[in-house]
């Protein structure tokens, strides 16, 4: 397999003297934040509302006074919705899918060479086309006669630390190649689209001969919230995701709120949240990505995988890879009395208590990064799984989860460059980093970035490789 690519752009973050310090105002209170112009929490609260309305009437108008309808490909995208529990074996899933590709290709691949055998041979006909279907059912048979009895094994609970083995799995893609960023999820995906070419879209101009393309956005998102607090104006991803998008509609539904569910599971913890994961297939994109967020033309489609990040600060070191869901010895209330004894190390006593909390905090990142290895792979498999060929990815759980950036990249750097893992499952991957966050920037750059100087060209393929 080819090794995988790495693509630059012109993705520096901009510097403060081309940046306009932007302000949202509540109880009087100004904040400054880097953006291109003025906005107010007022504004994006209307921004919410505007949206949920339209996706309840399934049309809107745009800038040219065009009504566009959205409700069949909303409906669409609500009624495809796929949740995974928390104990859903991805590993399994993930095998069997590639299992049920490969014996379709192998099947369809042995009816193509009994028909170029037959006219080499100089047959003339005489393997007939109703022979060689024949012998491809008899071959499907006793290949989807192995699927059964793997797919018995699967159901086992000892296989969910079963890893990528199948040598047989088809790859999509020679090789991904990567991109870094400076901009919002839906720019990126928008970017991504229109240099595609993409026929996924509303657009009356789009060549039907082109190849389909799925983009996959990962939404970092509330627990316990649909939407997080999209309504009261905030500026989290999934906030900004809401607002542009009618992914609201998809996750706020009834079927996800359940104490089994998404949204309830997540509730029942004291603590943190599980791993569910929400998949919501091809969903209407309505606005632009900035804060400003202008109705489109035509809207886009994109698929969206929904899951919490990782809670750095809650994150269980007695339950490798899970979060609290009690009072444990190890709670974050427990932990910070730990740290208030870390004092200089200049007698036995302190020096002692000093190693004790140093032994403690790698047993936290451990813990920690088992977690994230967790979620990351699931979040990519429920990519995979509905066909997604190209991906937007934030930095995930850096912000308020105060997860390492470093640690961040690094998880998913091994994971889609493994060929074992997810090596050739994706065309390109973006990481999508906010201008403000400028240390997400530089960590994910050190990472996926071309280590020479970035061409000034939006999208400009530099191939380069990753060692």
Known sequence: MAPAAVISMDVSPPSPSSSLNSTSSSNDNVRHTHTHLTYSRHHLVGTAMETIKIAENGQYI?????KVEVKNDLDYAMENCVHYDHEFDFYAAMQLYDMENSCENTANGVNNQLGTLDEAEGGGGVLSASARRKSSRRLKGGLNKSMNSIRKSLSSSDLLKFSFKSSSREKLFSRTSFLVVSASWLEAASELLNASSNPNSNSNNSNPNKKIIRVGVLNSASGTTPGGRFLNGTVSQEDCLCRASLLYSCISQPKFQSDCS???KNRSFRYGTSNCVIFSPDVPVIRKGDVEGKLLDNY???SFVTIPAPNAFTTSTTNPGKEYTSETCDSPSTLQRSASFLVTPDNPLESS???DFDQKFEVKRRALLSSLSDRIHRALSAFALGNCTDLILPAFGCGVHGNDPAMVAGVFREMLTDPNQFGGRFRTVVFAIPPS?????????????KKERAEKARFQRAHTTVG
């Open 62 to 66: 745009n800038l040219n006074g065009t």
């Open 262 to 264: 998404f949204y309830g």
């Open 300 to 302: 886009e489609k994109v």
């Open 353 to 355: 208590v000093a190693e």
């Open 437 to 449: 966050r400028k240390h997400n920037y530089k960590e994910f750059a050190a990472y996926f970035q």
